[in-house]
């Protein structure tokens, strides 16, 4: 080996496709747990959206993802990703995915909310995402140019003249150094920063605090999809019941049996924002929710959903008899660190791809299903680049500070109190204040504050409700604010160094009184 291989970080779908594709090319890959555990990749249940139907079309999967991203997709990248759907699905296939089919042998697709068309490829019912991660890891073992460290997480990314150098990181054995000038992040979502997630326990955006602290910049960091189905019986993470129950017919009621979504729209199939919202606001009016499938699957719950008929039935409820509790839980991360088309940072010498980079692909929503889509065709675009890139030369590095491990439980109290579901710039404020202190420390909760730092200012300076964003001061779409936004730690820094006092000094990067194209924001931060 050389001494300067590409370096990906993280063992999810987007990790594994961008191993693969840099074949020849010798690549390490960096898993913080065993490979295929703790993904949210292994965990997807609904399945691919691809157009691959006789009556479906590229141009209809596109109209789709831009309507759900409400004016905030990039539709370039959109269209490029969703066009290199069908032709991934055949790369999964040859890889030896077992898709569910029809009974005339041709690939079975499902429906969901906000899909125009039957487009979702999926595998043994509910278990497509643990069927497509089963055959890219056993494709990244076979591959000899992978190699594999698994237990590993990375801690800090090294600069050496503005250029990526190096990735620091840890393991059982103590910290290390691996020298390289071409990393990539691909460390999934952040949906452990909620108390109340679907993902797995260490999402909690790892891969963006070392782009972050690297100099990069991060986009649309206030668009948090909350799914409105989490199983709610105190398990943490919650598992997911699948938008799909309420696609065969199930509903949602509260503890007294009332429909409380009867006559609002499509009801329950309403878009998972939307879902959510009433989800949250019933219950905070002190009702409880839950999901009842009785009538619509009854006895062939099992037979239809046989992940989520088995997780249910651990925590004591037999979906097909008994009303599912349920409550809104973090999802999806659609914001994440900035990358082009070909999927490189602000940094040189750093790519990022799958939920932790934004690729535009989603804008302030993201439409079912194209997760797994941006996953595996964004780690295929990194590669393409890293293998147009040179090797460095090894350079001498200096001395790093081994940072703690993460402790994410004080700002998950923080975030889900104030920057939930629902908003105000009073509840932003108040966020922002408390996740300063820990962000300045050097404390274990420095990392995930300083993320969260970060959210709750783009939460605070987008002054309207779009997507997944909803503000209730602010409850209409603004004139103007059609676009992304970027934004670095460095500028959140300048500002607070820019005046006295860690809260008063946060205003000049939240945009509390300034108007923005046409938008008059007078939110209340202090
Ligand atoms: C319950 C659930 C159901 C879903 N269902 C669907 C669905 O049906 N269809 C769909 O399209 N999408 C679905 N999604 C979303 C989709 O699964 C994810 O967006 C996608 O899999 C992200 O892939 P990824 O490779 O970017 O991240 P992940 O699959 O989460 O992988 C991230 C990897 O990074 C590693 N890692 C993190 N930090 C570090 C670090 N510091 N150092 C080293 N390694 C690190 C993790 O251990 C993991 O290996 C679902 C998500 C969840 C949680």
Not at 79 to 103: K, M, Q, W, Y
């Amino acid at each position: 080996m050389t001494n300067d291989l590409p370096v990906i970080i993280g063992g999810g779908l987007a990790g594994l496709m961008a191993a693969l594709h840099l074949a020849p090319q010798k690549v390490i890959l960096l898993s913080k747990a065993p490979l295929g555990e703790q993904t949210a990749s292994g965990w997807a249940q609904g399945g691919l959206a691809a157009a691959i139907g006789s009556d479906d079309s590229t141009e209809r999967h596109l109209a789709d993802t831009l309507a759900a991203g409400d004016g905030l997709c990039d539709p370039e990248v959109a269209r490029r990703i969703i066009e290199a759907a069908p032709s991934l699905v055949d790369e999964l296939g040859r890889l030896g995915a077992r898709f569910d089919r029809t009974a005339k042998g041709a690939i079975a697709l499902g429906l969901e909310a906000g899909h125009g068309r039957k487009r979702i490829v999926h595998a043994n019912g509910d278990g497509s995402g643990q069927e497509i991660l089963r055959v890219t890891i056993e494709a990244a073992r076979r591959a000899g140019h992978v190699r594999v460290l698994e237990g590993c997480a990375a801690t800090r990314l090294i600069l050496r003249d503005g250029r990526i150098a190096g990735v620091l990181a840890q393991n059982s054995g103590g910290p290390f150094v691996l020298r390289a000038s071409r990393v990539v992040i691909a460390t999934g979502g952040l949906g452990g920063l909620y108390l109340h997630t679907t993902n797995p326990a260490g999402a909690i955006g790892q891969g963006l605090v070392l782009a972050a602290r690297a100099g990069a910049a991060l986009a649309d960091l206030e668009f948090v999809q909350f799914h409105p189905t989490a199983l709610d019986t105190g398990q943490d993470p919650m598992p997911l019941i699948s938008e799909a129950v309420r696609g065969e017919g199930a509903i949602l009621v509260d503890e007294r049996g009332d429909r409380f979504m009867a006559g609002r729209g499509r009801g329950e199939l309403e878009p998972r924002d939307v879902v959510s919202r009433a989800v949250w606001r019933h219950m905070s009016g002190g009702h409880r929710v839950f999901l009842d499938a009785r009538s619509a699957l009854g006895g062939r719950f099992a037979a239809r959903f046989p992940a989520i008929d088995a997780l249910c039935r651990s925590a004591g409820i037999d979906p097909g008899a008994d009303r599912i509790p349920v409550r809104p839980a973090a999802h999806y991360h659609m914001g994440g660190i900035a990358v082009d088309a070909a999927g490189r940072t602000s940094v040189p010498g750093l790519w990022a791809c799958g939920e932790a980079a934004s690729t535009g692909l989603h804008g302030a929503n993201r439409l079912a299903s194209n997760s797994l889509l941006e996953a595996a065709v964004t780690g295929q675009a990194v590669a393409r680049d890293i293998s147009g890139t040179p090797a460095g030369r090894p350079a001498p590095l200096a001395p790093l500070a081994v940072p703690p491990a993460a402790d994410a439980a004080p700002v998950r109290e923080v975030l889900s109190r104030h920057a939930g579901v629902l908003r105000d710039a009073a509840g932003l404020s108040a966020a922002a204040a408390d996740l300063v202190a820990m962000a300045d420390g050097q404390g274990a909760s420095a990392d995930p504050a300083l993320l969260g730092l970060m959210m709750v200012v783009a939460m605070g300076r987008r002054t309207e409700s779009r997507g997944g964003h909803a503000r209730t001061d602010f409850p209409e779409k603004g004139v103007g604010l059609a676009r992304r936004e970027v934004l670095t730690w460095e500028e959140i820094r300048k500002a607070r160094g820019s005046a006295p006092g860690p809260r008063w000094g946060l205003v000049p990067v939240l945009g509390s009184t300034h108007s923005r194209d046409g938008v008059q924001g007078q939110s209340s931060w202090p």
